[in-house]
């Protein structure tokens, strides 16, 4: 038997409690949040939605996006309270621009491809945002919040859809080297500015190098620094195991246990 739909239900139990919560008889702490610290909660919360994703764990996948959802409600009711907008007002504002930007779903629009979808949805992006879509507003919409190699890629990306970008992935794979010739030459001249300078150089292009294989930068630099965490795991526990300390450990016994992690995690 199919189980009854309570989400209409539930949504209106959930607003009523963060309603009881911001009350003058509610929780004091509640009471006391501003925007700007669901704000940070907002964005602690995606990242916890995130990594239970790549736990593949459906139980802690619904407790974060419970979480998730709770500080996107109570932000709308903060803006509730001050009748800058209501529950209504989000919902109806985000059903008309998927409605909008999905053309070839609820409307005549015809496409070939995801690629096409893709394009469509910036164009149509461009035309919502109308006067603000100069030069200086380009990238305005690129979250400052963002981690720092998602925000790289997403402005790179942005810049590419006007034609500017490398013609093909071997310029982007020179431009490597050369930024790499340069951090080698500021080393040599021991100056700290130049040195940041050129290591941002390079992390930017190997932004772009990840644009060009269809990489998320961020995923892929996650995904390796959880493989080191996992291999450097696996040094410790056997450093342990033979009953030498982390601290006492010498550098050729750490590599054997590196190499030997490698070829298990």
Same mark, same amino acid.
């Given at each position: ?7 209409? &239900? ?11 919560? +911001? ?28 990594? *239970?994703?790549?736990? !593949? %764990?459906?139980? /802690? ?18 803006? /509730?309270? *001050? &009748?800058?907008?209501?529950?209504? =007002?989000?919902? $109806? ?19 070939? *491809? ?14 919502? +945002?109308?006067?603000?879509?100069? %030069? ?11 981690? @720092?190699?998602?925000r790289a890629q997403?402005?790179?990306?942005? @810049?590419?859809?006007?034609?500017? =970008? ?14 790499i010739k340069e ?6 001249? +021991?100056? *700290? $500015?130049?040195? !940041? ?18 990489? =998320?930068?961020?995923? @892929? ?15 410790? /526990? ?13 550098? /050729?016994?750490? $590599? ?7 070829? +298990?995690?």
């Open positions: 038997m199919k189980k009854d739909n309570k989400d209409p &239900e539930k949504l209106t139990e959930l607003t009523q409690l963060i309603k009881k919560l +911001r009350a003058p008889n509610g929780c004091p702490w509640d009471q006391q949040q501003k925007k700007e610290d669901i704000g940070k909660y907002i964005l602690e919360e995606a990242y916890e939605v995130v990594d *239970s994703l790549a736990k !593949e %764990n459906p139980q /802690a996948l619904k407790e974060e996006l419970g979480d998730l959802l709770f500080q996107i409600l109570f932000l709308t009711e903060i803006g /509730a309270e *001050s &009748e800058l907008f209501f529950l209504s =007002d989000v919902l $109806d504002g985000i059903i008309k621009k998927m409605i909008r930007r999905h053309p070839h779903v609820f409307g005549d629009k015809k496409v070939i *491809s995801v690629q096409e979808i893709k394009e469509n949805w910036q164009q149509i992006k461009k035309k919502e +945002r109308g006067t603000k879509n100069d %030069n200086e507003n380009l990238f305005g919409n690129v979250p400052l919040s963002f981690p @720092a190699l998602k997403k402005i790179t990306s942005m @810049a590419a859809t006007y034609g500017f =970008d490398w013609p093909k992935i071997q310029d982007v794979i020179i431009k490597l080297k050369e930024e951090f080698t030459a500021a080393i040599k001249n +021991r100056n *700290s $500015d130049e040195i !940041e300078e050129e290591l941002g150089d390079i992390l930017f292009t190997m932004v772009n190098l990840s644009r060009f294989v269809q990489v =998320d930068a961020e995923t @892929a630099l996650s995904k390796v620094t959880n493989k080191f965490l996992q291999r450097f795991s696996y040094v410790t /526990a056997k450093l342990s195991a033979r009953g030498i300390s982390l601290e006492k450990a010498t550098l /050729a016994q750490m $590599d054997e246990l590196w190499n030997e992690a490698k070829s +298990r995690v």
